[in-house]
């Protein structure tokens, strides 16, 4: 056992790009339930935006319009689901399934020409003099401009929700659909924008693993993440921060792991591996007493009608 | 009763089906991953592609991927089964019980488990000898490590992984007595963002060797951007990584036993084996060792390949000691076949335990 190996310094800067797509997708999330609506397509949203970013990051030679495309992949493909919700009325459950579903084969059928291609690298917002410092020089100050975005976001959605009068629109449509509709707020419309939202963070999120923490495209190179992030919005209470403690207690923990085994730590790998799931539930669980639940009219459809 | 009538006539139905069809010979394929993981499954899929090529219109093949290893495997495997395949590749050690259960529901149909060790009347099972693939890496390795740390992403705590780690030590330590293998278990065959966060964590902490064990091509992209940092292509060429960071690689080769074992389905010649192959047969190759590798050490290399393949010199030669310092081969005793495919154990010098 060598724990001197492990630089915390190293290590908080690499939790921090390992939890990004999680809290990215998982922000977007929230927002959407914050609405009333249940979206189980993050993952078939980020691998869309992953491919996206991806090909058009290639295609183009600039990062920043890869993003862009990441994010409009996401929302489009996100309208597919709420074409299906808000206007035919499908089943949300089986429609975010569904999502799911298509995006990893559309995807798949995308990506066919960009196996093992190199994508130009994002530049990283090295500030001089802030970025040499040590210790906090590269947890602080030496990241991509997209990891800024996802704390700045949280931000943004915490303050929109709790302090604006969208927000309150917003949780008024999530919470009571009908008393909203009677107040003379388009239900449909506030959820749709909610639902393209959630959409655009997915997409970005799935364009920063192909972009920034692999970066290449694989297909179902997502492996899961958006239904991590999906458990994460339910067991941090749809509350901003928490969602960003869990993505960076979940990040953390799984790099962390990494980092013990090779330094030959003595614990078993196995409870190692299943550490990043036990602690991350397990801290938002406790912090989830206070009894904040989910909103009230969550995965209900809404008919003007009745 | 009705239900069960529903589904004793859409059996027939589907057997009238598939005897209609019956000069063609269906091949199906499990997979574990994605067809374009650039890895393990990708090289799969050739050989599929390759029987495709050699029967043309005598042969259909189909295959579904990212089949998870466990229970789901065994519904995947019989709803091919039922699709009328005559032949069945299990290409993941995860598939060994569901194939040996799907098996003993279908006798008519021929299983092949790739890299398992239980067969049955109509279950064969086919592996490589990857390890002979890990000594070179291990001897390139050895030779090219500044920092004498290598980094290792192992998958699964099975035979196959223990004995590619085995056989990259022994040969790292034979010409480096410094040197030291990190191993990071990651419980995934293909999973690029764990994969990179493996990688990433191996080379902050000092190696800048890293070899592989799971599927996709993430930890080469890891270890490009880190710069300094060599890998291996892994199951695949990988080749869109050289010269550097991917110096070698093994590779493979599934087509010919896919096309022999297709035709032997044709013939009715099929029979249960357990094919175990090697440098010897192609069906592990050694991808190009690039200029980055210094060329006398490059010349050792192949002259190792050259060796294994000709059978003059076994991968696991004695004198070899296992982890606990109790003697496993004797000054130049060779492992025998047996104690290689059960491996469970390390050998004298790697430090940490076995996950199990």
Known sequence: ?306 | MKFTKLLASAAVALGLASAAAADTTKVGFIYVGPVGDGGWTYEHDQGRLAVEEAFGDKVETFYQENVPEGADAERAITQMALQGADLIFTTSFGYMDPTINVAKKFPNVKFEHATGYKTADNVSVYSARFYEGRAVQGHIAGKMTKTNTVGYIASFPIPEVIRGINSAYIHAKRVNPDVEFKIIWVYTWFDPAKEADAAKALIEQGADVVLQHTDSTAPQAAAQEAGNVITFGQASDMGEYGPMPRVSSIIDNWAPYYVARTQAVMDGTWSTVNTWDGIDTGMVEIGEISDVVPADVKAEALAMVKALGDGSYHAFTGPINKQDGSAWLAEGETADDGTLAGMSFYVEGIVGDIPN
């Open chain 1, 1 to 306: 056992m060598d724990l001197s190996a492990i630089s915390p310094a190293l290590l908080i800067a690499s939790l921090m790009v390992a939890a990004t797509p999680l809290l990215l997708a998982a922000i977007g999330e929230l927002v959407v339930e914050k609405a009333g609506v249940l979206n189980l397509g993050v993952e078939g949203m980020m691998i869309v935006g992953a491919i996206c970013g991806f090909a058009v990051t290639v295609e183009t030679g600039s990062p920043f319009m890869g993003v862009l495309a990441a994010m409009v992949g996401g929302a489009l493909l996100s309208t597919l689901f709420a074409f299906l919700t808000q206007f035919a009325l499908a089943n949300q459950v089986a429609s975010g399934l569904a999502l799911t579903l298509f995006g990893l084969g559309l995807s798949a059928l995308m990506g066919q020409n960009y196996i093992g291609i190199k994508p130009p690298s994002m530049p990283r917002l090295d500030i001089p003099g802030l970025s040499d410092m040590p210790f906090f020089g590269p947890i602080f100050f030496a990241h991509d401009p997209l990891l800024y975005l996802g704390i700045l976001l949280t931000a943004a959605a915490w303050a929109l929700l709790k302090y604006t009068r969208v927000g309150l629109i917003l949780r008024a449509v999530g919470e009571n659909h009908d008393a909203a509709h009677a107040l003379g707020y388009h239900v449909i419309r506030v959820r749709i924008l909610a639902i393209m939202f959630g959409g655009a963070c997915a997409g970005l999120g799935g364009a920063y693993i192909s972009l920034i923490r692999v970066p290449q495209w694989t297909e179902g190179m997502t492996a899961g993440i958006g239904w991590i992030a999906l458990a994460l919005v339910v067991f941090a209470s749809w509350k901003p921060w928490r969602v960003l403690l869990g993505a960076y207690l979940f990040g953390g923990i799984n790099v962390l792991q990494l980092n013990l085994q090779a330094a030959g730590i003595a614990i078993p790998v196995e409870y190692l591996a299943m550490s990043p799931y036990l602690i991350t539930i397990l801290v938002l669980v406790i912090l989830s007493a206070d009894k904040s639940g989910a909103p009230a009219s969550l995965g209900r459809s809404f008919h003007a009608s009745n």
